[in-house]
């Protein structure tokens, strides 16, 4: 079995509380009996995006050679290219990658971020990019699809609003790839599993808040609530169990 971690929405902005809390987060991950496959990180690592910010995610990041990110909202991809790549060019294309454990799934990271904008969208650029890779990659490699904003509503009406747009065209495209076996966003701030393209679409918790629902309050976060993160099991016969965790 392969086991995943997955954490989002860091928001990492040099201040002591979100310090706290994603330690509290990658504590938990580093105390565990068995240690994870690999960590996948859904976006909003750094709250403005400033070059300090992923300094402190850097560190919290190092020596964790399986640990895979992609870009949200609050990011800005120049600094975030320059301190978490090392690519200093200050070039402001979308950010994908893609990763593989030996023998095992594949993992793309993509942006789906719109700079200078909360909502968003995976670009032509990306969507074909998504296309490519996953033509190049054999198609008996379960592949997770990963970027930060949740291609469906989630029935909290301030994060519908500024959910990816133009899901359908991504539908479409993973209609030709049945290896993809699912959809992991963050953005939401709230461990929650839907469906997306015919596979499970689960979200990430956020680490430094909480998302309230409709039906619980009429304020949108919480602050106290304690961070989470997920744990996706992909058993042998590519069944896949999602464990969400509060730290
Ligand atoms: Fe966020
Ligand atoms: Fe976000």
Known sequence: MILLAHVSDLHLDGGERAARRAARVFDHLDGLRRPVDAILVTGDIADHGLPQEYEEAAKLFSGR???????????????????????????????????????????????????????????????????????????????????HHPPVILHQPYIDDIRLAAAERLTELLGGFPQ??????????????????????????GVVSTLLLPWESERVVDLELPPGLAFHVLDDDRRLTTHYRVT
């Open 180 to 205: 993809v076996i699912a959809v992991l966003t963050g953005h939401a701030h709230t461990a929650a599993a839907s469906m997306f393209a015919g596979r499970p679409l689960l979200v990430g918790p």
């Open 65 to 147: 050679d399986r640990l895979f990110h992609c870009p949200g909202n609050h990011d800005r991809r120049p600094a975030y290219r320059a301190v978490l790549l090392g690519d200093p060019s200050g070039t402001d294309g979308p950010i994908n990658s893609v990763h593989r454990l030996d023998g095992g799934p594949a993992f793309l990271l993509c942006d789906s971020s719109i700079p200078g904008r909360p909502d968003g969208i995976l670009a032509d650029e990306t969507l074909d990019w998504i296309r490519e890779t996953l033509t190049g990659l054999p198609d008996d490699v379960p592949t997770f699809v990963a970027f």
